[in-house]
């Protein structure tokens, strides 16, 4: 099955940990995307990547950081700076960035720090 | 920053056309109108998109003004399972705002 996949569901860290949320898509897309949704809130984007070795910030990266390393894989790292990481993280894919742009959302991970 | 506007929620009778609007004023001419569904602490999922023409697929259709200022997304025969939060947002654009959440009234 063609699709996107994020491990794990649910995550539980210490305040002051990093941790790396993974995320691989298998659809041969060449544009990835995370994006960060609070309760009640909409998506709002952390980082894209059009290509591999190539990322973007975007609107909330503080306290992000991401690797394009392989054209199937885009892990996020939460790091210890970002002030209120616990959150609902998706991410997406899609065949390019611009004017035709479908995405193709993951489950998500649900972070939850302590 | 959005640049489309939607209603915050809607209510819909079951079986019943469920139509929801979209305003986007300022949407340039290479810009594609796309929709997306959100199920509870689901990822979202693509509905459907336009430039200008009607389109309709097996999901639901999509009505475009002339004009291109709004658009209409048309659930035929709404049921219980699309109850969601949908999602406007214009091709060159991020940000999904807070979309409307539909909900389907038995």
């Known amino acids: 099955d063609g699709g996107i996949t994020q491990s794990p569901k649910y995550l539980f860290r210490k305040e002051g940990q990093n941790v790396t949320l993974s995320c691989e898509q298998n659809?041969?897309?060449?544009?990835m995307y995370w994006y960060r949704q609070d309760p009640g809130q909409g998506l709002r984007l952390i980082y894209y990547?059009?290509?591999?070795?190539?990322?973007q910030k975007g609107d909330i990266a503080e306290g992000y950081s991401v690797s394009r390393e392989k054209k199937e894989s885009f892990p996020l790292t939460v790091t210890s700076a970002q002030k209120n990481p616990t959150a609902f993280y998706l991410c997406a894919s899609s065949i390019a960035t611009g004017v035709r742009n479908e995405q193709f959302f993951g489950p998500g991970t649900r972070l939850t720090v302590l | 920053d959005a640049k489309t506007t939607q209603p915050t929620s809607m209510d819909c009778a079951e079986g019943r056309a469920a139509n929801l609007p979209c305003n986007h004023s300022?949407?340039?001419?290479?810009?594609?109108v796309y929709w997306y569904r959100q199920i509870h602490s689901q990822g979202p999922q693509y509905i459907i998109h336009?430039?200008?023409n009607n389109e309709t697929n097996e999901m639901a259709s999509l009505i475009i003004t002339e004009d291109r200022k709004s658009s209409t997304l048309i659930l035929p025969h709404a049921t219980l399972r699309d109850t969601a939060v949908y999602y406007c947002?214009?091709?060159?654009?991020?940000?999904f705002g807070t979309g409307t959440s539909l909900t389907v009234i038995p």
């Open positions: 947002i214009l091709s060159t654009q991020f940000y």
């Open positions: 990547s059009q290509i591999v070795n190539d990322f």
């Open positions: 659809l041969n897309h060449d544009a």
């Open positions: 300022t949407i340039s001419g290479n810009e594609y």
């Open positions: 336009g430039l200008k």
